[in-house]
């Protein structure tokens, strides 16, 4: 991923940040077969061995993707966050000088590492109730993977299996105006936060 240098998140904790806040992602593998790419939900945990943290997802176990990293593919995963349109309509400059163009504004985080396959049920049962219980957190009610019967989740189990990313490398692109003088960007932000919910979302993060 090209990233300008204005454009450039070097902060590890915002990167990390970014990936649990955007947890759906793509997985990417490339090898001799070619490019694959499969959109999942990723549970990420960071530790004193892997301080850019640790990346874990599962696919079926008919989807041919973990055969591929079992055998070396590459691997990459890539989340997005909010995105929106941006008018030059709203520069103060268009009536100064003309000089503007649209463009869009985006936050993009790619993690490269090393991929490893596991089968072993009590990895997948374990990795299951992590990725649940942190999207049932904060429900009236959440559900729980043991709530549902145990014939019924370990035959479910047994149908899928599991990818774990330690992560080698973190790049990540803010594009929110930064290179755009400020009342540019005042304008921009005014104009993005009356939109949809990604529009607003961007908003907060120009400056």
């Known amino acids: 991923m090209l990233v300008p240098s204005s454009f450039r998140e070097d902060n590890q904790e915002k990167l990390q940040q970014y990936i649990k806040d955007y947890s759906f992602g793509v997985l990417v593998i490339a090898d001799s077969d070619g490019i ?3 959109h999942l939900p990723f549970h990420f945990s960071t530790s004193e061995k892997y301080p850019l943290g640790t990346l874990r997802c599962h696919v079926a176990r008919v989807n041919p993707v973990w055969q591929r990293i079992e ?3 590459s691997v990459l995963a890539i989340f997005q966050g909010p ?3 941006v008018s030059p309509s709203w520069y103060e400059t268009k009536a100064e000088t003309g000089r503007v163009v649209p463009t869009w504004n985006y936050l993009a985080v790619h993690a490269q590492g090393k991929g490893s396959i596991f089968q072993d049920y009590v990895w997948l049962k ?3 109730q992590q990725l649940t219980d942190l999207h ?3 429900r009236e009610n959440p559900w729980a993977v043991d709530d549902a019967p145990s014939e019924f989740t370990s035959r479910l189990v047994k149908a899928i299996v599991g990818i774990e990313i330690r992560i080698e490398n973190l790049t990540g692109q803010v594009k929110a105006s ?3 003088p400020e009342r540019n960007r ?3 932000k005014t104009g993005l936060a009356g939109g949809s919910a990604s529009e607003a ?3 907060a993060f120009i400056s």
């Open 178 to 180: 930064q290179n755009h």
């Open 126 to 128: 374990e990795h299951l």
């Open 201 to 203: 979302a961007m908003s």
């Open 136 to 138: 049932e957190s904060g």
């Open 71 to 73: 055998n070396g593919a």
């Open 36 to 38: 694959d790419a499969n």
């Open 186 to 188: 005042t304008g921009v």
């Open 83 to 85: 995105d929106a349109y």
